[in-house]
């Protein structure tokens, strides 16, 4: 995924109300961007980071920028814009780099499914096979180069573990994709001392024939691309 128009750098003074964030760029000025993390960001949103910085040509959006990378003082790359993990997972597999997730003919986006009113985020089809739900999450919680998941409780998360257990035990298979989206990180495992209940439901999911992948992105602040399978460690 290429970054078209190129991104803009700026320096991170804040992050405030989850959704927003005001930086300084290299000229001085200072604005607010819009951030697309609903998460806790923790050790993506440090006050003198270095950002990236998407523009809309939009006239209707009242924050026009939108928050894409940090670059932390260690010089790790994060992307922080949770919405473009979806994106890569599908430009991965249709280009066939996800090998556990090949020979699907048809891909779909979310696809309303399950008993508690969700949308998959990918779901594959072919003729010769079941049908393979996808759930994707992105990764940017580092701890001494594990990554964790997530990084605040989450009772969505939550409910997308219970759906795809439904899914597995109704004859089909289904897939949690955690899509690496940190630099620094080389291994992904549940973030058990952040969400209990989310650990407990990994451990029913894989019980159950839920599969598990992690796959890392390569990063820069021209494109990003999921390029290798880390381990994930339960």
């Given at each position: 995924?290429?970054?078209?128009?190129?991104?803009?750098?700026?320096?991170?003074?804040?992050?405030?109300?989850?959704?927003?964030?005001?930086?300084?760029?290299?000229?001085?000025?200072?604005?607010?961007?819009?951030?697309?993390?609903?998460?806790?960001?923790?050790?993506?949103?440090?006050?003198?980071?270095?950002?990236?910085?998407?523009?809309?040509?939009?006239?209707?959006?009242?924050?026009?920028?939108?928050?894409?990378?940090?670059?932390?003082?260690?010089?790790?790359?994060?992307?922080?814009?949770?919405?473009?993990?979806?994106?890569?997972?599908?430009?991965?597999?249709?280009?066939?780099?996800?090998?556990?997730?090949?020979?699907?003919?048809?891909?779909?986006?979310?696809?309303?499914?399950?008993?508690?009113?969700?949308?998959?985020?990918?779901?594959?089809?072919?003729?010769?096979?079941?049908n393979c739900y996808i759930e994707v999450k992105s990764v940017t919680l580092l701890d001494n180069q594990q990554g964790y998941f997530p990084d605040a409780v989450t009772?969505?998360?939550?409910?997308?573990?219970?759906?795809?257990?439904?899914?597995?035990?109704?004859?089909?298979?289904?897939?949690?994709?955690?899509?690496?989206?940190?630099?620094?990180?080389?291994?992904?495992?549940?973030?058990?001392?952040?969400?209990?209940?989310?650990?407990?439901?990994?451990?029913?999911?894989?019980?159950?024939?839920?599969?598990?992948?992690?796959?890392?992105?390569?990063?820069?602040?021209?494109?990003?691309?999921?390029?290798?399978?880390?381990?994930?460690?339960?």
């Amino acid at each position: 995924m290429e970054f078209v128009p190129p991104l803009r750098q700026a320096t991170l003074i804040k992050r405030y109300k989850r959704f927003l964030a005001d930086v300084v760029d290299t000229r001085g000025e200072v604005f607010t961007l819009h951030c697309p993390n609903t998460g806790a960001m923790t050790g993506c949103a440090t006050p003198g980071d270095t950002v990236w910085y998407s523009t809309s040509d939009s006239k209707t959006r009242k924050y026009p920028h939108t928050w894409e990378l940090t670059q932390t003082a260690a010089g790790d790359l994060i992307c922080v814009n949770t919405m473009r993990a979806n994106t890569l997972a599908k430009e991965a597999i249709l280009a066939g780099r996800i090998a556990p997730l090949s020979g699907y003919p048809h891909l779909r986006q979310e696809v309303k499914y399950g008993a508690e009113g969700s949308r998959i985020d990918l779901l594959l089809q072919a003729d010769d096979r079941v049908n393979c739900y996808i759930e994707v999450k992105s990764v940017t919680l580092l701890d001494n180069q594990q990554g964790y998941f997530p990084d605040a409780v989450t009772e969505r998360g939550q409910k997308h573990l219970r759906e795809l257990i439904k899914v597995v035990e109704g004859g089909e298979r289904a897939v949690l994709l955690f899509t690496v989206l940190h630099s620094g990180i080389n291994q992904v495992s549940p973030a058990r001392h952040i969400d209990t209940r989310y650990g407990q439901l990994i451990d029913e999911a894989r019980h159950k024939g839920v599969e598990i992948f992690a796959w890392k992105a390569e990063l820069s602040w021209q494109e990003i691309c999921l390029k290798m399978p880390v381990p994930f460690s339960p």
